[in-house]
């Protein structure tokens, strides 16, 4: 993947409250010390995708889960 500009680049991190960045693009947060599990560090970032490329990623996702229920159903145990 390309480096984004510095304008989609930014973000909140440790420090700043979680959020949307100001051009929309891109969240992330980073889990305070005393929440980590195990003491590993955990980042969260999620990129925000808008038009053709988000219908794209919903339809994916609806994909997988459809899939996942199938399975699911199927897979089923007695109670």
Not at 30 to 45: A, Q, S, Y
Not at 62 to 74: F, G, H, N, P, Y
Request: proline share 8%; hydrophobic share 30%.
């Amino acid at each position: 993947m390309a480096p984004d500009s510095s304008r989609n680049n930014q973000e909140n991190h440790r420090g700043n409250p979680p959020g949307i960045s100001p051009n929309g693009r891109v969240i992330s947060y980073n889990v305070l010390e005393g929440e980590r599990p195990g003491g590993i560090k955990v980042r969260f970032k999620i990129r925000i995708a808008t038009g053709k490329r988000a219908k794209e990623i919903d339809a994916r996702q609806a994909k997988a889960i459809m899939e996942v229920l199938q399975w699911q159903r199927q897979h089923k145990t007695p109670s």
